[in-house]
């Protein structure tokens, strides 16, 4: 199924100080539940893009790092916060956090890890209730004034952003 993604990728960070490329097919996308992700992406699970290292680049920026355990390491935007990678250094694979490309619906996950971990919840997450949007119902106009103001790096490579903030075009 992943042999048929497109590439190249590209993604990056929440604040666009860290951007990557990737130009080789993600293989074994998966979910993770265990306790280290859940703790690394401040969420459930993470969904982890495992892709050789020779097809992986950073374009922009530098990632930090932290040495999760004396195999793994997590990297992240020292800027903004936003998880970025989980790797064993030592494999020939580094996995991308598919939340950060810019279009996560092309590296659809194939399989669960991490299960013991999995919140109780986990199973009812598609049956919830939700709005059609983000502030689909908003009274106190919250989205116009999010939107005016949004500082969220676009979804695509641009040369407009400068360290310490973004040039007028954007
Ligand atoms: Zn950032
Ligand atoms: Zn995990």
Not at 46 to 54: G, Q, T
Not at 94 to 107: C, H, L, Q, S
Not at 120 to 133: D, Q, R, S, V
């Amino acid at each position: 199924m992943t042999e048929t993604l497109p590439v190249p990728l590209t993604g990056g960070c929440q604040c666009g100080a860290v951007r990557y490329g990737v130009t080789v097919v993600p293989e074994d996308v998966h979910l993770c539940h265990c306790r280290m992700c859940q703790k690394q992406v401040g969420g459930p699970f993470a969904v982890i893009a495992p892709v050789d290292r020779a097809g992986f680049t950073v374009t922009r920026g530098t990632i930090a790092w932290f040495q999760s355990s004396a195999l793994a390491r997590r990297g992240f935007c020292r800027d903004c916060g936003t998880p970025l990678i989980f790797e064993y250094p030592a494999s020939t694979h580094i996995g991308v956090m598919a939340g950060t490309f810019d279009e996560p619906d092309r590296v659809p996950p194939v399989i669960q890890y991490g299960n013991e971990g999995r919140v109780a919840w986990y199973a009812h997450i598609a049956a919830l209730p939700g709005l059609e949007a983000t502030y689909e119902d908003d009274p106190n106009a919250m989205l116009p004034r999010i939107s005016a103001s949004n500082r969220q790096h676009p979804d695509h490579d641009t040369d407009h952003w400068v360290p310490g903030g973004w040039t007028a075009e954007r």
